[in-house]
């Protein structure tokens, strides 16, 4: 069965957060044969490496236990953004509002997890302007 986890990685106190995703994808369902298996690091460091972060995938494909490949799967923007994300289905639901909210959920996810990272202040900053805005606008 495929799945996809997301995790926190406990560190040294002081540093910047990590998250870890792994992945474990059964590529021939009918016959659980090609398996691939990856997992991503999203750290905030030095650099400025959110899109490397959020788009490497360190990674082996195996079939029947034997591996074929491994190495570092690196996506582009242009197939990010005009293949894979175009290509997510939701399953298990034929219902359009059911399946629209489960593609959301998972964006949430994922980019929270990126937010969580990179711009960890950023629910401070909301809070913020919500408060800015409550002060200086009256409702009517």
């Known amino acids: 069965m495929s799945h996809i986890r997301l995790s926190r990685v406990p560190g040294a106190q002081g540093a910047g957060e990590t998250r870890r995703v792994e992945y474990h994808l059964v ?13 991503k690091t999203i750290r905030d460091d030095e650099r400025f490496d959110v899109w490397e972060d959020a788009t490497t995938v360190d990674f082996v494909l195996e079939q029947s236990s034997t591996t074929l490949l491994e ?36 964006a949430k996810v994922f980019f929270g997890h990126l937010a969580g ?24």
């Open 27 to 39: 590529l021939d369902p009918a016959q659980s044969s090609y398996v691939l298996r990856g997992e």
């Open 117 to 140: 990272v990179y711009v960890p202040e950023l629910d401070r900053v909301v809070d913020v302007a919500k408060s800015i805005m409550e002060r200086t606008h009256v409702g009517a």
């Open 71 to 106: 190495g570092d799967l690196r996506v582009p923007a242009s197939a990010f953004f005009g293949r894979q994300i175009p290509s997510f289905k939701a399953t298990n639901t034929e219902d359009p509002l059911r399946r629209s909210w489960a593609l959301a959920a998972f």
